[in-house]
């Protein structure tokens, strides 16, 4: 019997889970186009903005399918024809297809803010991590200072493990370049009245205690209103700095709208109980208008609900539905120290902290086997630099 073309789009969570759970089944062939070699882990981009090892954020995707049996296409997938099911990449090459699976993830949203996409810098990929911590070392070897104000716009769970991580790093690298301590500021914008607005608001209080104790200044109620080379400003103030990092908006992937898919208000592809937009074609993750979307965990969760339905129908068995599932959210907030929201358990510190850090060999060990999975999450301990003075080293950070 012909074996079924299932093309995935998008190297992510769910296109690399997607693509996990069908190679090697007898009623599948697998395709797996991602705009990228690598697969990001993003929980950690953070902490590899931050100095950390980018081992930690990043696994090669010939790594994680070296002993699967898929095809692998290193390309972007621009057009879609339904009819014909076939699917066009930005190369010219057109690949056919009978199920089509699509986890193309969020872009960035500056929200037409002016100056906010030339000037801020960004932590949504590994190409933005390395690129803002090439600009703090740039600063310290180009003028031996550092720019007193460092700026973080969006207070949500990103711009929170920014703020907890950042302090101990620049005072790191001064040290690390000889450079006089001198007096930084920190400061966490939000638009929203408090910080992790989709957050109970015990969870915001304990949150905004522990970033004032880390010696961040938060702004709350403060929407951006423009950004230039060396200012940010807000509501008329001025804050002179040359680090802005902007966290605060994503928007979904633009394949959809250019693809004429049904999307929501909030601009999320509408799906049916089977997670597809069309038959045949399932959207999942970050993409889809879904409850819980937006985590790692329900694009995780998503890909396996899809791929079981697929494997269930190639036995002739009926499907299930979907049913949403509740993720548990984790955000760190400076060295050992985390808030775990379980439900209605609230976690905070150094438990929470270790919970996260099983919260990430469990995502490592979802994509690799366990062993591998545990060597990454120790390479967290140690600590990469990129410039010319530190380019020796790797430091541990204990
Ligand atoms: C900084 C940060 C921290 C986060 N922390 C957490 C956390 O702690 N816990 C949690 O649960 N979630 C977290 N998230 C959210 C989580 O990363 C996403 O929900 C998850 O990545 C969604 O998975 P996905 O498969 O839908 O998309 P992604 O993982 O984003 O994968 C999409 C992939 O498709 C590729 N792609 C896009 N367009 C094309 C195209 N046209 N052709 C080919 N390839 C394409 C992209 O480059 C990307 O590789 C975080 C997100 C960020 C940005």
């Not at 408090?194 to 209080?205: D, G, Q, T």
């Not at 950004?227 to 902007?246: Q, S, Y």
Request: proline share 5%; glycine share 8%; charged share 25%.
């Amino acid at each position: 019997m012909r074996k079924q073309e299932v093309v995935i789009v998008g190297g992510g969570f769910g296109g690399v889970k997607s693509a996990l759970e069908l190679a090697g089944h007898s009623s599948f062939q697998v395709t797996l186009i991602s705009d990228k070699p690598f697969f990001e882990y993003h929980p950690l981009l953070y902490h590899t903005a931050t100095g950390g090892s980018k081992v930690v954020s990043s696994i090669p995707l010939g790594e994680i399918f070296s002993e699967k049996r898929i095809q692998i296409l290193i390309d972007t997938a621009t057009k879609l024809d339904r009819t014909k099911k076939s699917l066009t990449l930005k190369s010219g090459k057109k690949l056919d297809y009978d199920i089509l699976i699509l986890g193309l993830g969020n872009i960035t949203n500056y929200f037409n803010i002016p100056g906010m996409s030339e000037y801020s810098y960004g932590i949504k990929s590994l190409k933005d991590a390395e690129k803002l911590k090439a600009h703090l070392h740039q600063q310290l070897t180009d003028t031996l200072k550092l720019d007193t104000d460092y700026v973080i716009v969006g207070g949500g769970p990103t711009g929170v493990e920014l703020a907890g991580a950042l302090p101990d790093y620049l005072k790191y690298l001064m040290k690390q370049h000889g450079v006089k301590s001198r007096k930084i500021h920190i400061d966490l914008i939000e638009a929203a009245p408090r910080l992790m607005p989709r957050m109970p608001e015990s969870v915001s209080r304990v949150i905004y205690r522990r970033l004032i104790k880390l010696g961040i200044k938060i702004y709350l109620n403060e929407p951006v209103q423009a950004e230039t080379a060396n200012t940010l400003m807000l509501d008329g103030k001025p804050i002179r700095t040359h680090t802005v990092i902007w966290t605060a908006g994503i928007a979904n992937n633009p394949f959809f709208a250019e693809n004429h898919f049904q999307l929501s208000p909030n601009g999320k592809v509408l799906v049916d109980r089977l997670m597809q937009a069309w038959p045949g074609i399932f959207v999942l993750g970050d993409n889809a208008d879904t409850p819980y979307t937006g985590m790692a965990q329900t694009a995780l969760y998503d890909a396996l609900f899809v791929t079981e339905n697929l494997k269930r129908h190639a036995d002739g068995k009926r499907p299930y539905a979907y049913k949403p599932r509740k993720p548990i959210y984790i955000t760190p907030a400076g060295k050992h120290w985390a808030v775990v929201v379980w439900g209605k358990l609230h976690i905070y510190g150094w438990l929470g902290w270790a919970l996260r850090k099983v919260a990430d060999w469990i995502g490592y060990k979802d994509l690799e086997p366990w062993w591998k999975a545990t060597d990454r999450l120790f390479a967290d301990n140690r600590r990469e630099d990129n410039c010319l003075i530190c380019a020796t080293n790797v430091v541990a950070i204990d």
